[in-house]
């Protein structure tokens, strides 16, 4: 008869440590995708105060029918730009990247 064997215990720290460097990473990439969203855009054309007041002016909105306007503008934004991308296969690697980014970001919006 064979002798049971016993279980690995586990590197809890190990496994700390590798979802901590995850989430920081996680949180990286979305400050990344937020500072491509804000470049394509044109808002890095705005004087910080003033982006920074319409964010929170927009996140402080109770105003639905504001918000669904907000929301139609992003979506229609995001069509143009991932169909002008589709247009040019000559796009360079790093522009492709920003829509990718773009996309896992809209698949996002709103969730936290």
Do not use: C, H, Y
Request: no cysteine; aromatic share 4%.
């Amino acid at each position: 008869m064979t002798e049971p064997t016993m279980r690995k215990p586990r590197d809890f720290d190990a496994a700390l440590k590798t979802l901590t460097e995850k989430t920081k990473a996680l949180k990286e990439n979305k400050r990344k995708q937020l500072g491509d969203l804000i470049v394509a855009t044109g808002a890095d054309a705005l004087d910080v105060e003033t982006l920074a007041g319409a964010l929170i002016a927009t996140v402080q909105s109770v105003d639905t029918a504001q918000k669904q306007a907000w929301k139609k503008a992003g979506t229609e934004f995001f069509r143009k730009t991932k169909a002008a991308q589709s247009a040019d296969t000559s796009q360079p690697e790093s522009a492709q990247t920003s829509d990718s980014l773009f996309a896992s970001s809209r698949s996002g919006a709103g969730k936290s």
